[in-house]
Nanobody
């Protein structure tokens, strides 16, 4: 079973930056579609950024140009660099990967952006 551990969340002022990390419990080459989602209480979880099956990246329109997803294969880690943060980016952020027909999720890290 794949385990994911996120870190890097916190409180930041609008316009600031954070980098989220997601450590994967096994080789990153053995998993697919590493991605970041976010969820605000009472709302549906939404996709923020993902590496698709061909390795290309996709971003939600709301974060395009401000967030960057990346991966360090040697460290089995997926990152989400978040710049020019806005109060509406406040949410719990979750890392997810796909393997053998199943999605695996981390427990999330909280991001709060103050105005």
């Amino acid at each position: 079973q794949v385990q994911l551990v996120e870190s890097g969340g916190g409180l930041v002022q609008a316009g600031g930056s954070l980098r989220l990390s997601c450590v994967v419990s096994e080789s990153i080459f053995s998993i697919e579609k590493p991605s970041w989602y976010r969820q605000v209480p009472g709302k549906q979880r939404e996709l923020v950024a993902i590496f698709n099956s061909s390795g290309a990246t996709y971003y939600a329109d709301s974060v395009k140009g401000r967030f960057t997803i990346s991966r360090d294969n040697a460290q089995n880690t997926v990152y989400l660099q978040m710049n020019s943060l806005k109060p509406e980016d406040t949410a719990d952020y979750y890392c997810a990967v796909y393997k053998s027909g199943l999605w695996y999720w981390g427990k999330g890290t909280q991001v709060t952006v103050s105005s």
